[in-house]
């Protein structure tokens, strides 16, 4: 029996964070001829992993049938051959699935809505970041609609294939970002319950506000917002993102600032602040569960390393009043002599305002920046292009360097299936979080409920060698599956594989690759700067 919004239990909801500022793009009209994928002699040979089974089937693939789509299933093959992230393959399935087994699920459907923006919510943004680097909700539409019609072909959703239904939000975005229009985004969580959804995708259109109200509405989020793991746990089976929670970021930061900052003469940094004895200093977005990651990274260099921050400081996620919080932060940590400033939770849009007063003070310190995004940190240089480059040239953070386009299975995906258009350098976020969306419904089997939903999150498998975002590694009570990282600094020098332009990241520490199981990132030497592109930096 499901349950409507008239008679649920509403959670606790903290105000909304982050701000929309990745829009997750491309793919035009072109797209309604998109052809389904189909191997070819040329094709690359299929990923494949150690056998493992999933929730649904209590032992993996041993030996013959195909699958949905046709491929042979041998042990270790994954279900889209394509990706290193897929699930493993499993025999085409035939039999009853239930039918209606859950609220926006019927015998032939899974219904995934998305909330869209109207035009003068997306304006202030517009104003700050073009939209030929955040797109268009257009193109973010078309570029779901293209990676679901090519995931339902691949992908055994037991006699059910999925339905993007997007719809026109009342509450605005931004004002939820700042704790404000909470009747209206628990009024368009209601709309998405109303138009049948099982699970919302709309990533970048969201906030914590709606995320939480969809949860309300028992209907499962899919969100790019990097959450404390406890708040994961506190609104399951309904929260998700492909990760890292925030709890592995201040880790791996911690571990960072421990080893090669603290203490250490600083070189990563402008004039005047060379060779000067590392402080830290950690500023974030007072809203929302953000706090409580930046309080987890002062938590984790004072236990593991013993060192304290020089300085914390929280600012308002408000529009109008961020360059004058910006300049006022900005002087408090160059009076207090800090070499490294941490942007916690950090979105693309506060460090412009950052940015510019740091350079109105003749201050520039290096940066570690732990993003608010899931997958933030790859496929983002348009982004950091839009700092000064007196700024972005002392940056350093955790992702992964992008790949060739020929090279990534995300844009691979759709060439292969016949999309030869333009694609915006945003591409990967809505990828990512729609494979793992599709690896769930799998491993769900044909039952599917939020619980047997949350199962087949928890087996989701671990993804394959050279892996474009970074290894994933999932199970039970892991509600993000991110676990691979390296750091990474910015060198204008270099051309960009997203879109050809000066200005990327380069890898560090010989492009050493980090867990988040154990962040203390072997390799580095405590009180030894970090060495990126030959140069030593701490």
């Known amino acids: 029996m499901s349950i409507g919004p008239s008679s649920r239990?509403?959670?606790?909801?903290?105000?909304?964070?982050?701000?929309?500022?990745?829009?997750?793009?491309?793919?035009?009209?072109?797209?309604?001829?998109?052809?389904?994928?189909?191997?070819?002699?040329h094709h690359r040979a299929p990923a494949t992993v150690s056998p493992r089974a999933n929730a649904y089937n209590a032992t993996a693939p041993t030996s013959g049938g195909v699958t949905i789509a046709g491929i042979p299933c041998r042990p270790g093959v994954r279900q889209a051959p394509f990706s290193t992230y897929s699930d493993l393959c499993i025999p085409r399935w035939h039999g009853s699935n239930g039918g209606a087994t859950a609220h926006g699920v019927t015998g032939t459907t899974i219904t995934l809505t998305y909330r869209e923006a109207t035009s003068s919510q997306l304006q202030p943004l517009y104003s700050m970041v073009p939209t030929s680097v955040v797109g268009t909700n257009g193109e973010a539409v078309a570029t779901m609609q293209a990676y679901i019609k090519l995931f339902n072909h691949f992908f055994d959703l037991y006699g059910r294939h999925v339905v993007l239904r997007p719809y026109a939000g009342q509450s605005n975005f931004l004002a939820e970002d700042s704790g404000l229009d909470a009747p209206e985004a628990q009024a368009d969580a209601t709309t998405a319950y109303d138009l049948g959804a099982f699970a919302d995708m709309s990533l970048v259109d969201s906030s914590q506000i709606y995320v939480t109200d969809l949860a309300a509405n028992r209907v499962i989020a899919f969100s790019l917002y990097l959450e404390p793991a406890a708040w994961y746990r506190q609104f399951a089976p309904y929260e998700y993102a492909t990760g890292p929670d925030c709890n592995k970021g201040a880790a791996a930061?911690?571990?960072?600032?421990?080893?090669?900052?603290?203490?250490?003469?600083?070189?990563?940094?402008g004039t005047g602040l060379e060779g000067r004895s590392g402080r830290i200093g950690i500023i974030y977005p007072d809203t929302g569960q953000f706090p409580a990651c930046a309080r987890q990274i002062s938590h984790d260099l004072q236990a593991r390393y013993r060192v304290s921050p020089t300085k914390v400081l929280g600012y308002t996620v408000d529009l109008p009043s961020l360059s004058v919080q910006a300049q006022s932060i900005m002087a408090s940590l160059k009076s207090s002599g800090v070499t490294t400033v941490v942007c916690s939770s950090c979105d693309p849009i506060t460090p412009q305002f950052l940015a510019k007063a740091a350079v109105a003070e003749d201050y520039f310190p290096q940066w570690y920046v732990e993003p608010a995004f899931a997958l933030a940190g790859s496929d983002d240089d348009g982004f950091v292009r839009l700092l000064p480059d007196q700024v972005v040239a002392h940056v350093v953070q955790p992702g992964t360097v992008s790949l060739p386009r020929s090279r990534q299975e995300a844009f691979r995906a759709l060439q292969d299936a016949g999309f030869r258009s333009r694609l915006d350098p945003t591409y990967p976020f809505v990828y990512a979080e729609l494979l793992m969306f599709f690896d769930a419904l799998q491993n769900a089997g044909p039952h599917l409920t939020?619980?047997?939903?949350?199962?087949?999150?928890?087996?989701?498998p671990a993804s394959s060698a050279g892996a474009p975002f970074g290894a994933w590694k999932e199970g039970p009570g892991i509600f993000d599956p991110q676990n691979g990282f390296t750091l990474m600094h910015w060198d204008p020098?270099?051309?960009?594989?997203?879109?050809?332009?000066?200005?990327?990241?380069?890898?560090?520490?010989?492009?050493?690759?980090?867990?988040?199981?154990?962040?203390?990132?072997?390799?580095?030497?405590?009180?030894?700067?970090?060495?990126c592109g030959g140069d030593r930096l701490p």
Do not use: K
């Open 253 to 269: 930061a911690a571990a960072f600032l421990g080893t090669t900052v603290a203490g250490v003469a600083a070189t990563d940094v």
């Open 450 to 460: 939020p619980r047997t939903f949350e199962n087949g999150v928890f087996a989701i």
């Open 493 to 531: 020098r270099l051309v960009s594989n997203e879109d050809g332009e000066p200005g990327a990241f380069q890898t560090c520490d010989a492009g050493n690759s980090f867990s988040y199981d154990n962040p203390v990132l072997t390799g580095l030497v405590r009180g030894m700067p970090l060495s």
């Open 9 to 41: 239990a509403v959670p606790s909801r903290a105000p909304g964070v982050v701000h929309r500022y990745w829009r997750l793009a491309t793919v035009l009209s072109a797209l309604l001829l998109l052809l389904l994928y189909l191997p070819s002699p």
